[in-house]
């Protein structure tokens, strides 16, 4: 911009003519463009910057705006200061007592496991063959045990659901039970036995599944002998029985000494 002090006016190099207000110095063309409304792009609509620039600006504005935290309430600061001298002091410990409304009296509950110990127990699934239907079904995935009695030392097989813990298998261990392979699968028996699951006993035949075949023939092996033990047990059982009958008996001397007693009682209705 060229001023030229004769004619009081600059010359730009554009070729725009500014004149000057000589009481006040002041551009009168920047008094006229205050005037106008601003237009898109202008540095009255955008801020200090021409053009474009005035995207800059207020860009720039908008993001410390965004960055800087809204300044506090008294109130905000008064909640602030009382989680502040909470946080600083200690807790209060609450005493309060509430009694409830229905007293409940503890009862026992009795499992029927109490006098026998585990023999073996393994994780299997349990299928019961239906007759009418002539297909498998589910009976129950759980623990299968082998519990033997502490006195009678009886082994007998228990088997109880997951979570609902209902019974879906329980009975003697027969000696005379086999096992038989699964024909689709190597980690799966087939048996058939008297059962009292449903306490109403009923004879039933079992497919029961283990997780792998080593298990299965774990549990085959240890079924079988429990099936021997309680052999064992039942001949021990029988001689028992056995023993008693003929303790009940009268011995040969007593039945001799009665035979006498009643011939002699014959003679003498006779004699008479």
């Not at 409304?37 to 474009?52: L, N, Y």
């Amino acid at each position: 911009v060229h001023f030229d002090r004769d004619t009081s006016r600059a010359h730009h190099s554009c070729g725009i003519h500014v004149l000057f207000c000589g009481s006040c110095d002041r551009l009168t063309m920047a008094e006229e463009e205050e005037k106008k409304p601003p237009t898109f792009g202008s540095a009255t609509a955008f801020g200090g910057e021409k053009g474009f620039g005035g995207f800059a600006a207020a860009a720039a504005q908008a993001a410390r705006d965004a960055t800087s935290f809204p300044s506090k309430s008294s109130g905000d600061a008064a909640a602030e200061e009382e989680d502040q001298a909470a946080e600083e002091g200690e807790e209060e410990e609450c005493k309060a007592e509430f009694q409830p409304l229905v007293q409940l009296d503890e009862v026992a509950t009795s499992t029927g496991e109490e006098d026998e110990d585990v023999f073996f127990q393994v994780k299997a699934k349990l299928y019961r063959f239906n007759a009418e239907d002539s297909e498998w079904k589910e009976r129950g995935v759980g623990m299968a045990k082998l519990l033997q009695h502490r006195q009678s030392k009886k082994i007998r097989m228990l088997m109880r659901r997951d979570k609902t813990l209902k019974i879906c298998a329980n009975h003697f261990v027969v000696p005379t039970v086999k096992m038989q392979e699964h024909t689709d699968s190597d980690k799966a028996w087939v048996f058939s036995t008297h059962d009292y699951a449903d306490q109403e006993g009923s004879f039933e035949t079992f497919c029961i599944r283990f997780g792998s075949p080593e298990r299965a023939n774990e549990f085959k092996e240890k079924y079988e002998e429990a099936g021997d033990l309680n052999r064992g047990v039942l001949e021990q059982v029988k001689d028992e029985q056995e023993k008693k009958e003929d303790a009940a008996k009268p011995s040969p001397e007593a039945e001799k000494l009665a035979e006498d007693l009643e011939k002699s009682a014959k003679v003498d209705d006779k004699a008479e």
